[in-house]
């Protein structure tokens, strides 16, 4: 691996840390959410602009689902791992049911801020965009 992939790697992780921690990932300092689900149009510090067009949540919603179906994956392999050797199907299915309707809802934001770190990590790559 070559310095320069090496740094690149640090600003994708460093970019991935802030982002879980709902920040910018260039900056570290700006919300990227002023509520929930409402975000701001670019960080209040660096002016990095979070939305950069028609489409560009696609990779979002791409995250979004995969953490979804992993939630329901593992709560369903969990209920029956818990309940063998006699599996409670009711309880498995409420469980699955819910944690398929929740799952993408509390994970929206991280999704969507995840996805503005590989984005800029991938323009950062291609030399796009500057630190």
Not at 15 to 30: D, I, N, T, V
Not at 102 to 118: D, G, H, K
């Amino acid at each position: 691996m070559t310095q320069q992939q090496a740094q690149l790697n640090t600003k994708w992780w460093r970019g991935a840390g802030r982002a879980l921690l709902l920040r910018c990932p260039r900056c570290g300092q700006g919300k990227v959410f002023r509520r929930f689900v409402l975000m701001n149009r670019d960080c209040p510090s660096c002016d990095l602009g979070f939305d950069r067009g028609d489409g560009y949540w696609l990779g979002s919603m791409m995250f979004n689902m995969a953490f979804a179906m992993g939630t329901v994956i593992v709560v369903f392999l969990l209920v029956l791992l818990l309940t063998s050797p006699d599996p409670n199907w009711d309880l498995t299915i409420i469980l699955v049911v819910v944690s398929a309707l929740l799952s993408p809802l509390l994970f929206f934001p991280f999704s969507r801020t995840l996805w503005i770190a590989a984005e800029r990590a991938a323009r950062l790559r291609d030399g796009a965009e500057s630190e």
